[in-house]
């Protein structure tokens, strides 16, 4: 394994941990000091409020957890599933994968956390236009996640399309490949 590689994955890992470590924390100012819990909303600016929100179910609310086997199932199931994006990312060797994945990751395993903690994933930001809200409240995990996937699927229509694009001729007479 290259050493290009392995830093690669070692700053995956450490975005990881600090997506994780940002959403958490941002969590915990909006829950302790500024008590969003209590006030329910505050306002920022005309565009952007801070608002309470539990979410108890995975992404846009489906698969809400009405019971505690629920919660734990759905702990359960995201926790496999960051597992397998752990294991994609340390498999990846481009820093634009890992990048992508890293964020998941990260994102992933801050709204695990809130979900074994409490119960539900603490949502918070409320970007709106009037009553038009073009996404619903969230977090910053869920928009590290957001980001990544969008990272992850740009990578994979540009690569693929650059790579039929390319002649296999010229392919196998790149200096990269020789």
């Given at each position: 394994m290259s050493s290009i590689v392995t830093k690669n994955r070692l700053?995956?890992?450490?975005?990881?941990v600090i997506v994780c470590a940002a959403d958490q924390y941002i969590k915990?100012?909006?829950r302790v000091p500024l008590e969003l819990r209590e006030k329910g909303v505050i306002e920022l600016i005309p565009f952007f409020d801070l608002r309470w929100t539990q979410n108890f179910g995975v992404s846009l609310g489906m698969f809400e957890a009405t019971s505690m086997e629920m919660r734990w199932i759905l702990v359960l199931v995201t926790a496999l599933i960051a597992v397998v994006v752990l294991v994609w990312m340390l498999r990846e060797r481009s820093m634009g994968e890992i990048l992508g994945l890293s964020l998941i990751l990260g994102g992933a395993l801050g709204n695990i956390y809130d979900r074994y903690a409490w119960g539900y994933v603490i949502d918070y930001a409320d970007l709106h236009f009037g009553e038009f809200r073009p996404f619903l409240i969230f977090n910053i995990?869920?928009?590290a996640i957001t980001i990544g996937v969008l990272i992850i699927?740009?990578?994979s229509f540009f690569l693929r399309d650059s790579e039929e694009s390319t002649p296999k001729?010229?392919?196998?007479?790149?200096?990269e490949t020789n």
């Open positions: 700053i995956g890992l450490a975005i990881a915990w100012l909006v995990a869920d928009a699927l740009a990578r001729d010229a392919k196998a007479a790149s200096p």
